[in-house]
Nanobody
Framework: QLQLVESGGGLVQPGGSLRLSCASS????????IGWFRQAPGKEREGVSC????????YYADFVKGRFTMSRDNAKNTVYLQMNSLKPEDTAVYYC??????????????????WGQGTQVTVSS
């Protein structure tokens, strides 16, 4: 059974940091581009970041550039999203997803084939 599991979410104060992890079971992540998405209440799911299968290329939405860093460790079958300088508007459920389609349009949700269940991130004082 193919499964993605996100972890690392929680409550953090504005300006704080969190590191999200996305681990797979039932398959290896090596051959897939991976994306992080988020969805806040009442809003559409939006692409945050994505990374190529080798980890050599990463892409970020403008609203997280300079604050978030995506990385992967294929040996551990895990992808990470380091989130720094968090803002209240970063509050959302964060999802990881895999795509067979490489990094073309990888900030667009429709290209992804498998999704995790999400982890809640709340930025509040």
């Amino acid at each position: 059974q193919l499964q993605l599991v996100e972890s690392g979410g929680g409550l953090v104060q504005p300006g704080g940091s969190l590191r999200l992890s996305c681990a797979s079971s039932g398959f290896t992540l090596d051959y897939y581009a991976i994306g992080w998405f988020r969805q806040a209440p009442g809003k559409e799911r939006e692409g945050v970041s994505c990374i190529s299968s080798s980890g050599g290329s990463t892409y970020y939405a403008d609203f997280v550039k300079g604050r978030f860093t995506m990385s992967r460790d294929n040996a551990k079958n895990t992808v990470y999203l380091q989130m720094n300088s968090l803002k209240p508007e970063d509050t959302a459920v964060y999802y990881c997803a895999v795509t067979y389609s490489g990094t073309y349009s990888c900030l667009m949700a429709h290209v992804y084939d498998y999704w995790g269940q999400g982890t809640q991130v709340t930025v509040s004082s």
